[in-house]
Every structure is written in structure tokens, then in C-alpha cells.
């Protein structure tokens, strides 16, 4: 473990730095699909976006499915999947988890709308990959969210109340015995399944998209960090070896939107949080004896989420959230790696999955979740750009939402009025973070406070009230992956 976690961030040229889901991808590729084009010189296109992940890359697609002849440009700073799109967790989950926070963003109508295309989203992962002939581990196997304490029993009731009440019955009940035969831990203690989530190879999915935008003819620039956006009409996207003018850009940029100027006034809208995993050996025999073998993705209902999921030869990818903050968004190359962070998960691993403590931890890594107040994205225009358009604040559940995100901001692109672009969510952000420094000074001692309450709980303890109400001021965006808690 030690020589895993002691490495710095990922290079483009350096596999061994990547996430598990790219080591295991990338050496699979023919050399003419693995080929990275860098930009260089002047160039010209209709729309150029920034960013080869899921979002930027379901963005093209649409676009090209929309009008064949437009020209699209995709600049990626790494290569396309090297961000956040080929290192997270590979659950694929729809919004129905929030639809309560849907209705209030985007009114009862739009938002059960909403909720229903993000489930479709999930399906179609499935259905593009099979169209398109690229395989990312497509298991239409559901989600358990579950209580690994007795303080986390029923944080999904409000959840469950929520769709429920507006008729829409997703969420199934678990007993104990069943929470623990499915997800395989004897730390289990009740939960809830939904059956509309699905798992796949994150990176797998990242370059089987590339792929797709390829063949519609789509350009992708790999390797070419965009160094600015010049305003002008056309504008001008500059990175170190070259230059696209466009009369559209859209920026994909997940946690690192706000690094470009024009984007300064989202700094407020999200708070940029790591979250680490790890990867066991492969052990399928002892992963069958715990009785997880249905492929479901599994959480827990900590603030500092547990979230894993199995793999086809046996393994366990275990994550947590909440790890380091960003001040002023600034991400760091521990964001791609934190020792002690990585050790952490580990040991919260073992703990769940006893039967798991001998088996050797193989790979590690992390990377950056950009979070917003409301636990949702939003999109809208640049302030004062008419043809600069983004997209951000998927907070750690962006796998299939991309989808339904990219339709929103193709939508924006082609200057349609649609039910896409008058939606809620294209309205910009809803609610903002403190400023700084208050936001990071404020979320280092919550976060503190955070981690110490569910230490006590997870010794089945209750912490002090002090430290329960510290813990509390802490909003559903900060550390959670996936739903909101209620709050105490």
C-alpha cells in the first residue's frame, strides 16, 4: 500500500499514475483509436467545448445527432476519461433520490420530468454502448443505500416519503438480514434498493464515448489545456500550442470551471471536495462467500459516504467521500492522491468487508467533486456572454445525469427553446457557498466535526451534543455523494 499512495498526480504519459479503470482500459485500445491529437496552430469551428469528459463528450454527441453538419471541437487538457470521468466510482444513478430537491428548482411538473429523463439516462448508457459496440461493464443491477450505524436508520425515509407521495413508488424496503445478504456486510443494518441504477467501467464508458464523437466527426485535441477564452466575436479558445476561433463554446470543465475568469462569480456556487478509493486484488471466491455477487452499486448514509461496488474478476472498488477542500477551487496534486486520505479508505474498507482484511489493496487514487448547495448541477450563459455556455455541480453523481446534462447544454448551443433550456436547472446556480475564506476555514472544522460524530457512531456511540450540532451546520453538498440527509 505504501508505494501506491506515495505517488503524485496522474501524467499524461504515465499509466501507473491513472486510476484502476484506465490501467485497465487504455492498454486494450488499438493504437489508432489510443492515438492523441494535440492542438496546434490556428483552427476554426462552429462550437469548440471544453473538456473530454462525459459531459463535453455526450455535449458533441448530441450535437452532431442534432445537426451532422455542424463543426465541433473538443479541447481536453489530459486525455479524454483522465478527469473525473475515469476515476470515479462507476455508479450510474437517476435523480429520483432528489426529487423532492427537483421540484423545489424546477417546479413539481418539470422536476418529475427531469427525474424520468435521468432514469432513461441511466438505460441509455446501456443502449449506446451495445449500438455503438464498445463494452464498459454495463450491470443494470440497482443501488443499495444502506445504515452502517444505527444513527443512519431511516435517513431515507423523507426520501422515500418524497416520490412516494407524488406517486411515484421507486424505493424498495430492506430488512437487516437483507441489506447484509445483498451488500455482503455484517455491518449492515437496514436500507433501501433502487432498481433504476446501474454500474459500469467509468473509463471503459469515457473512451467508448471518444470513440462514438470520433466517428460523427468530431475533432478531440488531447493534451491541450485551455489556457483562455479570449472574448470577441468569434471567441477564442487558447491553449499552450494552438487556438480555435468559435462562435460557440461550451465548457465541461467539472471542478475546474472556475479557474477561467469568466466564470469568477461561480466560485460561490461550488466547493471542490476530494474523494479517495482503492481497489482490492481480485478474490471472486472470497467476494461469493459474502453473498455479494448481484452486481448492485452499495452506500452507505454517512456524510462521509461509503460508496463501492464490485468488478467482473472480484474485486471490491471502495470509495469516500469528503476528503480535502479546495480554497478558492485550487486543486492540488493530492487531489489525485492523498496518503493518509488513501489509508483511511482502506481501513473503513476492512471494516465493512472483515473477510476482505488480507486481501492486498492494489490500487489507489482520487480526484476532485465539484459540489453545489442543492446537491444538483445547473447550467446557463458565461455573465455577459451570449455564446459561452457551462455546465457544473454534478457533485459525485455525474456518470448517467451527464447525459441528461448535455442535453440541456446542446439545447443551449443550438439556440433552442425547448423544454431543455427552460428548465430549472438552465437558470445558473440557485444557492452560493459563504465566501472565502470563511467557506474553507468553516469547512475544514466541520468536516472535523463530521468525521468525529460518525466515529462515534460507528461505535455505536452517541457524540457529544456539541459536536452533533458543529457537525450539523454542514450542507447536503459538502461531502455527501448522492442524496441529502436530513437534518438532525
Same mark, same amino acid.
Given at each position: ?7 503524485? #498526480? ?17 492498454? +486494450? ?69 432528489? !426529487? ?11 422536476? &418529475?420530468?427531469?427525474? *424520468?429523463?435521468?432514469? +432513461? ?9 451495445? *449500438? ?11 443501488? !443499495?443505500?444502506?445504515?452502517? +450505524? ?5 435517513? @431515507? ?18 430488512? =437487516? ?11 449492515? !443494518?437496514? /436500507? ?22 470520433? &466517428?460523427?466527426?468530431? =475533432? ?67 467476494? +461469493? ?12 448514509? =454517512? ?19 469528503? #476528503? ?7 486543486? #492540488? ?17 476492512? @471494516? !465493512? ?24 448541477? %445547473?447550467?446557463? =450563459? ?5 455564446? %459561452? ?20 447544454? &446542446? ?21 452560493? %457557498? ?7 476555514? /468553516? ?32 450542507? &447536503? ?12
Amino acid at each position: 500500500m505504501e508505494s501506491l499512495v506515495s505517488m503524485s #498526480g496522474p501524467g499524461p504519459s504515465d499509466l501507473a499514475r491513472r486510476s484502476f479503470w484506465l490501467q485497465e482500459t487504455l492498454p +486494450a485500445e488499438p493504437p489508432e483509436l489510443a492515438q492523441v491529437r494535440r492542438l496546434s496552430g490556428a483552427g476554426r469551428a462552429d462550437v469548440c467545448i471544453l473538456g473530454g469528459g462525459y459531459c463535453g463528450l455526450w455535449t458533441a454527441i448530441f450535437l452532431k445527432e442534432q445537426e451532422p453538419s455542424l463543426d465541433v471541437a473538443i479541447v481536453e487538457a489530459d486525455i479524454c476519461g483522465g478527469g473525473a470521468s475515469g476515476r470515479n466510482g462507476g455508479f450510474a444513478l437517476s435523480w429520483w433520490s432528489k !426529487l423532492g430537491t427537483l421540484a423545489k428548482v424546477c417546479g413539481e411538473d418539470d422536476g &418529475a420530468w427531469i427525474a *424520468e429523463q435521468s432514469a +432513461a439516462s441511466v438505460r441509455k448508457l446501456g443502449e449506446f454502448a451495445a *449500438e455503438e459496440g464498445f463494452d464498459c461493464d454495463y450491470v443494470h443491477a440497482g443501488w !443499495l443505500w444502506v445504515a452502517s +450505524a444505527p444513527a443512519q436508520l431511516d435517513t @431515507w425515509a423523507s426520501t422515500v416519503e418524497e416520490t412516494a407521495s407524488r406517486g411515484h413508488a421507486i424505493f424498495q424496503p430492506l430488512t =437487516r438480514e437483507e441489506a447484509q445478504q445483498r451488500g455482503g456486510s455484517p455491518h449492515y !443494518l437496514g /436500507g433501501i434498493f433502487d432498481p433504476t441504477a446501474a454500474r459500469v467501467q467509468p473509463a471503459a464508458l469515457a473512451r467508448g464515448l471518444r470513440k462514438a464523437a470520433l &466517428a460523427r466527426g468530431v =475533432r478531440i485535441y488531447e493534451e491541450s489545456p485551455v489556457v483562455a477564452v479570449e472574448d470577441g466575436r468569434p471567441l477564442t479558445v487558447c491553449t499552450r500550442g494552438g487556438a480555435i476561433q468559435a462562435d460557440t463554446v461550451v465548457s465541461a470543465l467539472n471542478s475546474w470551471t472556475v479557474g477561467l475568469p469568466q466564470f469568477h462569480r461561480l466560485r460561490r456556487a461550488i466547493v471542490t471536495i476530494s474523494s479517495d478509493i482503492v481497489a482490492t486484488a481480485p478474490d471472486p471466491a472470497r467476494l +461469493a462467500d459474502t453473498g455479494w455477487t448481484g452486481g448492485e452499486c452499495v452506500s452507505d448514509s =454517512r456524510l462521509m459516504v461509503h460508496y463501492h461496488r464490485t468488478t467482473p474478476d472480484g474485486r471490491i472498488v471502495f470509495g469516500k467521500g469528503g #476528503g480535502q477542500v479546495a480554497f478558492a477551487g485550487r486543486i #492540488g496534486d493530492s487531489f489525485h492522491l492523498h496518503a493518509e486520505l488513501c489509508r483511511r479508505t482502506v481501513r473503513s474498507l476492512q @471494516w !465493512l468487508y472483515p473477510t476482505f482484511a488480507d486481501v492486498p489493496v492494489t490500487h489507489a487514487w482520487g480526484g476532485p467533486v465539484d459540489r453545489s448547495m442543492t446537491g444538483l448541477p %445547473f447550467f446557463g =450563459r458565461a455573465p455577459g456572454h451570449e455564446r %459561452f455556455f457551462y455546465g457544473v455541480g454534478f457533485s459525485g453523481n455525474g456518470v448517467a445525469p451527464t447525459v441528461t446534462g448535455a442535453r440541456i447544454l &446542446a439545447s443551449l448551443a443550438l439556440g433552442k427553446d425547448d423544454r431543455w433550456t427552460q428548465c430549472g436547472l438552465a437558470r445558473g446556480p440557485k444557492q452560493l %457557498f459563504p465566501p472565502e475564506p470563511v467557506r474553507y476555514l /468553516g469547512a475544514l472544522v466541520v468536516k472535523d466535526a463530521v468525521r468525529r460524530k460518525e466515529a462515534y457512531e460507528d461505535a455505536g456511540k452517541e457524540a457529544p451534543a456539541l459536536l452533533a450540532r458543529i457537525a450539523a451546520l454542514a450542507p &447536503a453538498g459538502y461531502f455527501k455523494v448522492g442524496p441529502k440527509q436530513p437534518k438532525p
